[in-house]
């Protein structure tokens, strides 16, 4: 069964730090694009980072560059969105989503074949 299962979520104050974690069960993410999105309280779902698996390439959104980092963890079959300086802004459901194409895929939700469940993260004071 094909399954993507975020973590890692949580309440945090701004300037704070999260690590969110993409698990695949089912299938190689290794071999897959991954996205990172996120969906903020009646807003659309937006992309936000990107890798891809023929070299690593990544990719992000201006809102997030410079302050989160995605990577790959093949040996536990994972993608990791660091997110560091954290801002209320940042206050989301994150979602990852990965498709079977070893290039760059955008940053587009209908582009991606598996989506997580989601795990919320909220910025607070």
């Known amino acids: 069964q094909v399954q993507l299962v975020e973590s890692g979520g949580g309440l945090v104050q701004p300037g704070g730090s999260l690590r969110l974690s993409c698990a695949a069960s089912g299938f190689t993410l290794g071999d897959y694009a991954v996205g990172w999105f996120r969906q903020a309280p009646g807003q659309e779902r937006v992309g936000i980072s990107r890798?891809?698996?023929?070299?690593?390439?990544?990719y992000y959104a201006d809102s997030v560059k410079g302050r989160f980092t995605i990577s790959r963890d093949n040996a536990k079959n994972a993608v990791i969105l660091q997110m560091t300086s954290l801002k209320p802004e940042d206050t989301a459901i994150y979602y990852c989503?990965?498709?079977?194409?070893?290039?760059?895929?955008?940053?587009?939700?209908?582009?991606?074949?598996?989506w997580g469940q989601g795990t919320p993260v909220t910025v607070s004071s």
């Open positions: 890798i891809n698996s023929f070299n690593g390439d990544t």
């Open positions: 989503a990965a498709h079977p194409f070893m290039g760059s895929v955008p940053l587009l939700t209908l582009a991606y074949r598996y």
